[in-house]
């Protein structure tokens, strides 16, 4: 079973930038399709962005597109998101996610394994 930390959060002003790291501990998460999905206070969670297990291919929200990179390294256990102009609607707690099915997923019930969550704050 794959677990999940994540780490990297914080304050930023609007127009910063973050990067977000997930570590995964498990023999078998060079398997498991990874996301990242965010919930700000009183909305529902939502995906931000996903890659399959083999990091070729990708997924990003409308919302993050041109400003968000996710990437992984198998080899370290790492998925990691780069965040780059930020923007104050972007602040919300942000969950790692892994699921078993290995393929592109986008679905949050499709995710098998959460991080607890890291809060990132963008102010204006």
């Known amino acids: 079973q794959v677990q999940l930390v994540e780490s990297g959060g914080g304050l930023v002003q609007a127009g910063g930038s973050l990067r977000l790291s997930c570590a995964a501990s498990?023999?078998?998460?060079?398997?498991?399709?990874m996301g990242w999905f965010r919930q700000a206070p009183g909305k529902e969670r939502e995906v931000v962005a996903t890659?399959?297990?083999?990091?070729?291919?990708?997924y990003y929200a409308d919302s993050v597109k041109c400003r968000f990179t996710i990437s992984r390294v198998n080899a370290m256990n790492t998925v990691d998101l780069q965040m780059n102009s930020l923007k104050p609607e972007d602040t919300a707690v942000y969950f790692c996610?892994?699921?078993?099915?290995?393929?592109?997923?986008?679905?949050?019930?499709?995710?098998?394994?959460w991080g607890q969550g890291t809060q990132v704050t963008v102010s204006s």
């Open positions: 996610a892994a699921s078993r099915f290995g393929g592109l997923q986008t679905r949050s019930e499709r995710y098998d394994v």
């Open positions: 498990g023999r078998t998460f060079s398997t498991y399709a």
């Open positions: 890659i399959n297990w083999t990091g070729g291919s990708t």
